[in-house]
């Protein structure tokens, strides 16, 4: 369960989607900060922008008006109980006091649970490197420029994107749909979904599909109507290891099979040089 004293205490992002222009400085922001290489499109690279070497994109869907269209950042969420923290094996992952969540790549072993675990699809992999590791957003102080932002927040001209205590932001977010209620929707993506996230969004259009982030509607025709205010780990308890057991079952049950056909050639090569010896010496 979460800490109520620690969250408190920890940051978030605000997005405002109503304010996006779309002009992407914050992902050239983050891209600059985090010396990233240019981002070559692979066929491995998803329709959200994301990869190995893009951490935040802007994505755009359908605006409330025919023809019109949002743009919608798009980054980890930073959530308050991380699915990618429960299910790594080598604890590469941590949720940091102030809010993000931080990955060690000089723990990981490459096995990617934490892609399989993320319920937003948000960990990639540097699937074009001879030695690949897992890349997503960091939000920690790498990213801090001059003031103590992020270097994403700074860059953003229109205000759509604040950081501060996530307490105070969620306040802020409420303020604004309160005092303009028919500039949102009444949701605060975030703030419970998933059992709550470090990265907040205000929209007049859904965001569900585009963050993944399922309706409470849907969920509830899913049959898990709690992830609408509880996370993946504290529904599945120690099921979120499911997959590195069968890994570790599977592979210990390979290298079992590997070591009796092993033995068993090499009986089978014994038994040949004997029975060659016998034939030379009649």
């Known amino acids: 369960m979460t800490d109520p004293g620690r969250q408190e205490k920890a940051k978030a992002i605000l997005t405002d989607v109503t304010l996006c222009i779309g002009c992407e400085r914050c992902v050239q922001a983050c891209s600059r900060q985090n ?9 491995y690279k998803a329709k959200d922008g994301l990869s190995g070497r893009r951490y935040t994109s802007i994505v755009r869907i359908a605006g409330a008006k025919p023809g019109t269209f949002r743009s919608v950042r798009r980054q980890c969420m930073h959530c308050l109980e991380p699915a990618c923290l ?10 940091t006091a102030d809010g993000a969540v931080v990955y060690d790549d000089k723990k990981c072993i ?3 649970y934490c892609m399989l675990a993320c319920p937003f699809m948000i960990p990639r992999y ?12 960091k939000m920690n102080e790498d990213c801090r420029v001059e003031g103590g932002m992020p270097a994403c927040v700074t860059a953003c001209p229109t205000g759509a994107t604040i950081f501060g205590p996530r307490e105070a932001l969620l306040k802020e977010a409420r303020r604004r749909i309160d005092e303009k209620p028919g500039r949102y929707q009444d949701h605060i993506y975030g703030a419970q979904d998933f059992g709550g996230t470090s990265v907040l969004y205000l929209s007049d259009v859904p965001l569900h599909d585009v963050l993944r982030m399922p309706s409470a509607k849907k969920l509830a025709k899913w049959r898990v109507p709690q992830l609408a205010t509880e996370s993946v780990p504290a529904q599945l308890g120690g099921w979120v290891l499911v997959t590195p057991v069968q890994f570790l079952a599977v592979s210990a049950g390979l290298g079992g099979l590997w070591a009796v056909r092993r033995r068993m050639k090499r009986a089978a090569e014994r038994a040949a040089a004997a029975a ?6 009649s």
């Open 110 to 112: 490459g096995c990617r």
């Open 276 to 281: 060659e010896d016998r034939g030379e010496q």
């Open 35 to 43: 010396n990233l290489p240019r981002d070559i499109p692979t066929r």
């Open 86 to 95: 429960a299910a790594c094996l080598v604890g590469a992952f941590t949720k």
């Open 126 to 137: 540097e699937y074009d490197l001879a030695l690949p590791y897992v890349r997503k957003c």
